[in-house]
């Protein structure tokens, strides 16, 4: 199915993707594979997603971030490749760091809002590895960070 349908179909409006802030690139194509840098909780409206879950945010606070982050993911993606979703061939993986305290043990349900959303977006093509992990913070003190890798055609 064509990305850009399926996103009108769900009604998604994908987040600008801004250039990087720091030493490093926003996306890099090696070979087939395209990877994109981590990105941050964003909300629709610009504003950083903020907090620690098991204190400030509770799990499905932290789903919905982490969709977020699976959104701006795409539209990295989209930048990178020229606005051609037809050059993804699959996601072959996403990593997930989520803010939290000692005691959460829910990062996994929380990663689940963006791997659901790049599933719900690509389709099978969507299904990918995955990795889960609890950081005691995040940059700009945002709840969830995702980076991902795509295999292109």
């Known amino acids: 199915m064509e990305i850009e349908k399926k996103l009108k179909e769900l009604n998604i409006i ?5 250039d990087p802030v720091g030493s490093y690139v926003a996306s890099k194509i090696v070979g087939k594979l395209l990877y994109i840098s ?4 964003i909300d629709s409206n610009g504003k950083l ?3 620690k879950l098991g204190k400030d945010l509770n799990v499905e606070d932290g789903y919905n971030a982490a969709s977020r982050c699976a959104l ?3 539209s990295q993606a989209k930048k990178c490749l020229s ?17 939290s305290t000692e005691d959460f043990t829910d990062q996994p349900k929380v990663i689940n809002g963006a791997s659901d959303t790049i599933v719900k977006i690509f389709g099978d093509s969507g299904m990918h590895t995955r990795a889960a992990i609890s950081s005691n913070s995040l940059p700009l003190g945002v709840a969830v960070e995702v980076d991902a890798i795509f295999e292109l055609n």
Request: glycine share 10%.
């Open 14 to 18: 994908l987040p600008s993707a801004p």
């Open 38 to 41: 981590g990105q941050i909780s």
């Open 49 to 51: 997603i903020k907090g």
């Open 72 to 74: 701006s993911i795409i």
């Open 83 to 99: 606005n051609d979703f037809s050059k993804i061939k699959s996601c072959i993986k996403l990593t997930g760091f989520v803010n």
